[in-house]
C-alpha cells in the first residue's frame, strides 16, 4: 500500500477505527427529515465523527471547506425513490473532480441479487481501477437486493466478500444479529456497519453496534440514528464512547442519558 492510500486511510480510520456519517440520503430520495439543511445538521456533530460521507452537491453548497471533517464521496446514484429501481445506478463523479474535492475516499453502491447486479459491480470495478492510481480508497456499500429484507449473514458475507475481491479497500454493510463474526471474517478488508435494523430506542441502536464492533466490524456508518434523533449530539458521543473507547452498551447509554 503506497504512501497516499496509507494516510487517507489513516485519516478516515484512527487508530483503525471510524465513525463515519452519511448525510448523502437526498441522493435519491429528496429532501431528508433531519437534512433539509445539512451544514446546519452536521455542524454540531463534527467533534464527535471521523468522516462526513456525502456527495459533491452537497459537499459545496453545505459544508465549510475550513471546519469540515474528511469526506467520503458518494460518486453512485442516477435513480431515485419514484423510479422504477434504485439498483440502476451509473458512476456521477470523475477522478479529476474526486481530486479537485480532495475527498479521503468514495463510496459506491452494489446492488447483489438485483436486476442490475454486473452493472453495479462493473461500477465498483472501474471505479477502483481509476482511483487507485491515486491512492484513493474505494468504499463499496452493499445495498439493497433480492435477500436484503432477510439480512442474513449469508447474504451479506456474499456481499462483502464480492466487493472485496473486486478491489474495494473498505466494505460497509448491515450488521445482522445471528453470524454478524462470519461476514466480518470471510471479508479480508475493513467492515463498517450500515445503520442497521429498525431500532425503538436509543439503547437498541447502542446494543447493535456494540455487538457489531465485538464481532469484528471496524466502524460505524451511522446517520439517521444520529441526527433523526431528538438529542444528537449525545447519541453522538455515546456511539463515538463505544467505537474509540470500547464501552459497552449499557455504559453508553449512561453517558448519553448524561448529555440528552
Not at 56 to 73: F, H, Q
Not at 147 to 152: G, L
Not at 165 to 186: I, S
Not at 227 to 240: D, E, I, S
Request: proline share 5%; with cysteine; hydrophobic share 40%.
Amino acid at each position: 500500500m503506497d504512501w497516499g492510500m496509507k494516510n487517507r486511510l489513516s485519516q478516515l480510520m484512527p487508530n483503525g477505527r471510524c465513525f463515519f456519517m452519511p448525510i448523502d440520503h437526498g441522493y435519491f430520495q429528496g429532501p431528508t427529515t433531519g437534512l433539509e439543511k445539512p451544514g446546519e445538521t452536521v455542524k454540531p456533530l463534527l467533534p464527535y465523527i471521523d468522516a462526513l460521507f456525502c456527495t459533491r452537491g452537497v459537499l459545496r453548497s453545505a459544508i465549510n471547506p475550513v471546519t469540515s471533517k474528511p469526506i467520503v464521496l458518494r460518486v453512485s446514484g442516477c435513480t431515485s425513490m419514484v423510479g422504477k429501481d434504485l439498483a440502476n445506478e451509473e458512476v456521477t463523479t470523475s477522478v479529476d473532480e474526486i481530486l479537485r474535492l480532495n475527498a479521503s475516499a468514495v463510496g459506491v453502491s452494489v446492488f447483489i441479487g438485483s436486476d442490475y447486479e454486473k452493472e453495479t459491480l462493473r461500477n465498483l470495478s472501474k471505479l477502483v481501477n481509476e482511483c487507485e492510481d491515486y491512492g484513493i480508497p474505494v468504499m463499496a456499500v452493499t445495498a439493497v437486493g433480492k435477500e436484503m429484507d432477510k439480512r442474513e449473514a449469508r447474504y451479506l458475507a456474499l456481499c462483502c466478500r464480492i466487493a472485496a475481491e473486486l478491489g474495494a479497500r473498505v466494505v460497509k454493510t448491515y450488521w445482522c444479529e445471528k453470524d454478524f463474526e462470519k461476514v466480518v471474517n470471510g471479508c479480508p478488508v475493513p467492515v463498517i456497519m450500515a445503520g442497521g435494523p429498525k431500532c425503538n430506542t436509543e439503547l437498541e441502536v447502542l446494543e447493535f453496534v456494540a455487538d457489531g464492533m465485538k464481532k469484528g466490524a471496524v466502524g460505524i456508518n451511522l446517520g439517521r440514528n444520529v441526527w433523526q434523533n431528538p438529542h444528537p449530539v449525545a447519541m453522538a458521543k455515546a456511539l463515538r464512547s463505544i467505537v474509540h473507547e470500547n464501552r459497552t452498551a449499557k455504559e453508553a447509554y449512561d453517558l448519553f442519558k448524561e448529555f440528552e
